[in-house]
């Protein structure tokens, strides 16, 4: 293909409007004349007069490669920050004692203290949550530490409206491999059609086991190693601001719901 050629007098009216600040593309627009073209004529001798208009323009493009630059910088330290400590905790769990049953117990133990059913009188143990691996943790460890029946468990699922039955319970019996014929009717949240609510996959999930015995052995456990690891913590200053904040404010200290109070005595006092 033969290369286009342009006469002195176009390439004058090219200059007149880089002087008068047209950009290459609005140049190219205006007659005709290719941006690669314009710069090899005089890109290295005329300077195009910056106007403020076009300063805005370039300050937002370099903003928006600027927030993108520093987005991919942060997400490959953040990366990079996960790899090192992923690093770090495999080799330190290396001398955990894994398979010690105290060890294990220890964690079920917390595990049920945070999750598990508190209520006296209650003839299951329970543990309730919607994260599967939390979950799978929890009855992998209860299996290991006690010598389990297992016709004993039973699972109760609660869902929302989009979830689909069959497939949230053959999800859960599954994952902890109880037969579905040991899984109660699934309760449908209905509220969660009229209100806002957190999302997840697979429903809230509760393991039932028809032995009670279990969890108040785990919350006996949890109490006596709280009490053991914070034997040696300030609890005496806890202690004496508790009493203070009573004698400034009354019986309840300010913020502060007299059961939470009576709680805190109780754990003081024993």
């Known amino acids: 293909m033969q290369k286009k050629s342009y006469t002195l007098k176009e390439k004058e009216e090219v200059k007149q409007l880089i002087l008068a600040g047209k950009s290459y593309r609005e140049i190219r627009e205006l007659l005709g004349v290719p941006k690669s073209t314009i710069s090899t004529w005089f890109g290295k001798t005329i300077k195009k007069p910056i106007t403020r208009k076009a300063m805005l323009e370039h300050l937002a493009k370099i903003r ?17 920050g996960a790899r090192l400590l992923k690093e770090k905790i495999e080799k330190e769990i290396e001398s955990y004692p894994l398979g010690d049953i105290g060890f ?20 299951k143990t329970t543990f309730i949550n919607t994260d599967p691996n939390l979950l799978l943790l929890y009855i992998t460890l209860l299996r290991k530490c006690y010598d389990i029946d297992e016709s004993k468990f039973s699972i109760w699922l609660r869902v929302h409206y989009y979830h689909s039955i ?54 006996e456990i949890g109490r006596v190693l709280q009490k053991f690891i914070c034997k040696n913590a300030p609890v005496a200053q806890w202690k ?13 200290p300010a913020g502060r719901t007299s059961a939470s109070m009576l709680y805190r005595s109780n754990f003081l006092n024993s």
Request: aromatic letters at 12%; a positive charge; one cysteine or more.
């Open 166 to 219: 069959k497939k949230i319970k053959n999800f859960w019996s599954k994952l902890f491999n109880v037969p579905l014929s040991q899984f109660y009717k699934v309760s449908v949240k209905k509220r969660s059609k009229t209100k806002r609510f957190r999302k997840n996959f697979a429903g809230i999930c509760s393991i039932h086991y028809k032995d009670s015995s279990i969890g108040k052995e785990l919350l």
């Open 64 to 80: 928006k490669l600027a927030v993108v630059a520093l987005k991919n910088k942060w997400k490959k330290k953040r990366k990079e």
């Open 240 to 252: 004496e601001h508790l009493i203070a904040d009573q004698k400034v404010v009354g019986s309840t």
């Open 104 to 123: 294990y117990k220890s964690l079920l133990a917390m595990l049920y203290w945070t999750e598990g059913s508190k209520y006296k009188g209650v003839s």
